[in-house]
Nanobody
Framework: QVQFVESGGGLVQPGGSLRLSCAAPGFTFRNYAMSWYRQAPGKGRVLVARITDPDGRTDYADSVKGRFTISRDNAKNTVYLQMNSLNPDDTAVYYC????????????WGQGTQVTVSS
């Protein structure tokens, strides 16, 4: 059983930045592609960014390209999402999971971390 633990969310003004972290105690990220998703109020969960291992290839949703950066530290078993130039449309609960073409652990979503962009 995998348990993803997301952190780093909060309330930020438009134009601000946040860095999200994702850990999974007892689960090794190495050799898994890892992804960040978000779910805005009243909407479905959508892919935001993903990163492979070991080559670190990345991919982003069009809405966040040039503003968000996904990275990983396998030694710390942690995946990050650096979010810059935030706007109100980025308001959502952010989740991580494993996988590139498909969600590897769709039955084991974490609690997510709330990001609210508001003045």
């Amino acid at each position: 059983q995998v348990q993803f633990v997301e952190s780093g969310g909060g309330l930020v003004q438009p134009g601000g930045s946040l860095r999200l972290s994702c850990a999974a105690p007892g689960f090794t990220f190495r050799n898994y592609a890892m992804s960040w998703y978000r779910q805005a109020p009243g909407k479905g969960r959508v892919l935001v960014a993903r990163i492979t291992d070991p080559d670190g290839r990345t991919d982003y949703a069009d809405s966040v390209k040039g503003r968000f950066t996904i990275s990983r530290d396998n030694a710390k078993n942690t995946v990050y999402l650096q979010m810059n130039s935030l706007n109100p449309d980025d308001t959502a609960v952010y989740y991580c999971n494993a996988g590139w073409y498909q969600i590897e652990f769709g039955n084991y979503w974490g609690q997510g971390t709330q990001v609210t962009v508001s003045s």
